[in-house]
């Protein structure tokens, strides 16, 4: 096989708390990711050029700052380590759907469908927790993709626990023209960041929360805007740092119809998604 199309699907986080900042200028954190049938597509070529990488794709930064980019070349090194030959050279061309700066994890999960087809494409066969270790190095969500689940996340977020969730329909929606720059909603003075660690059992019991939504709301009003907006037809959640809002249904016709009403009160990125308990880039690797 020379080619390969997937969808890299975006994430949300159902809570997010953050327990304590650590010695190392980190935070530990306890999340909820699910995955959504909602993402990026992007397709891969090999090329004959060996070590080759092309990235094609609406970005606003160098390719080399790409997580993609950087994730192959990560692959490559560790190759080369294991002394496993790659005959070709790749090329990527990205479909963007996923609001970037808006906490759905679209770099992430666009690194980690990188490797992951890029490991099968150079019949590398390398195992998840190999990728995954790549991953980590490129941001601290990428695993989540990798390994494809649902996930309680501990630690920064690295430290995984496979979850099967019911399947849900959300609508998902930031305001226009907003971004959130994750460093900066960490180092508010006003972040929360001594919530109490608790097993995962006692946290799917209490109503979901994010950390992150006081402050961030603050430092971003139209944000605060947006998820009251948002709560009049459910209770509206911060997705990681933000931007991105969401609501969630227990059924498509409902969630429809809010979306429709939704769409007509708000500007910017609006859109409504299944929940999934496995990501489309692991259902099509599987078919070949």
């Known amino acids: 096989m020379s080619n390969l199309t997937v969808l ?3 994430k949300l986080n159902l809570f997010l708390y953050i327990t304590g900042k ?3 200028g980190y ?13 990026d597509e992007m397709s891969f070529t090999l090329t004959d050029r060996p070590g080759e990488l092309n990235l094609k794709g609406a970005f606003n930064f160098p390719p080399e700052h790409n997580t993609i980019i950087k994730g192959l070349k990560l692959l490559q090194a560790r190759a080369d380590e294991l002394h496993l030959p790659i ?7 990205v479909a963007k759907r996923i609001p970037q700066g808006g906490g759905l994890g679209g770099g992430s999960s666009d690194a980690a469908a990188a490797l992951l087809c890029a490991n099968h494409l150079w019949q590398l066969n390398l195992p998840l927790n190999e990728l995954a270790a790549i991953g980590l190095k490129v941001g601290a969500d990428v695993p989540i993709f990798i390994y494809g689940r649902p996930a309680f996340a501990t630690g920064v977020g690295e430290k995984l626990t496979a979850i099967d969730l019911p399947e849900r329909w959300y609508i998902v929606a930031a305001p226009e023209h907003c971004q959130v720059n994750t460093a900066k909603a960490f180092a508010d003075p ?3 960041r001594d919530s109490k660690e608790r097993s995962l059992e006692e946290l ?3 109503p979901f929360e994010n950390d992150f939504t006081l402050s961030v709301a603050k430092s971003h009003p139209e944000i605060g805007q947006l998820l009251a907006l948002l709560v009049k037809y459910a209770p509206a959640h911060l ?3 933000g931007a991105c809002c969401f609501v969630a249904f227990d059924d498509e016709t409902t969630a429809q119809s809010a979306l429709q009403e939704i769409a007509a009160q708000h500007r910017g990125p609006l859109f409504l998604a299944r929940s999934l308990n496995r990501s489309p880039v ?4 599987l078919t070949l």
């Open 204 to 206: 799917m019991k209490l």
């Open 22 to 24: 650590r010695a190392d």
């Open 87 to 93: 005959k070709h050279g790749i090329t990527i061309e």
């Open 239 to 241: 997705s990681g740092s």
């Open 27 to 39: 935070h530990n954190l306890q999340t909820l990711f699910t995955l959504l049938d909602f993402g």
């Open 8 to 10: 890299a699907p975006c």
């Open 190 to 192: 006003l972040l929360k």
């Open 282 to 285: 692991h259902a099509t690797l």
